[in-house]
């Protein structure tokens, strides 16, 4: 079983910047594939940064070049680096561990706002 707890996100204006994180219980993050999605009201759950056990990343074509995912095994965590921040980024955003037996774990999700 594997706990996640997102944080970082909040009102930022358009071409602003967040850093999320999520941290997780267990002694065995390392071995967690981790992703980020986000979920807009009356929108799917969408895709937005993933991350292998091994450091490879792919990103949804929207966030291309804006956002960055990294993950630091040391510290449990798996981070989602924002950068020029647009309206239609506003969602709640969950972080996800998949394990190697496939079983998946959710956050409770972060609100992220970009408005002025």
């Known amino acids: 079983q594997v706990q996640l707890v997102e944080s970082g996100g909040g009102l930022v204006q358009p071409g602003g910047s967040l850093r999320l994180s999520c941290a997780a219980s267990?002694?065995?993050?390392?071995?967690?594939?981790m992703g980020w999605y986000r979920q807009a009201p009356g929108k799917q759950r969408d895709l937005v940064a993933a991350?292998?056990?091994?450091?490879?990343?792919n990103y949804a074509d929207s966030v291309k070049g804006r956002f960055t995912i990294s993950r630091d095994n040391a510290k449990n965590t798996v981070y989602l680096q924002m950068n020029s921040l647009k309206p239609e980024d506003t969602a709640v955003y969950y972080c996800k561990a998949h394990s190697p037996m496939g079983y998946d774990y959710w956050g409770q999700g972060t609100q992220v706002t970009v408005s002025s």
């Open positions: 267990g002694r065995v993050f390392s071995s967690y594939a």
């Open positions: 991350i292998s056990r091994g450091g490879i990343t």
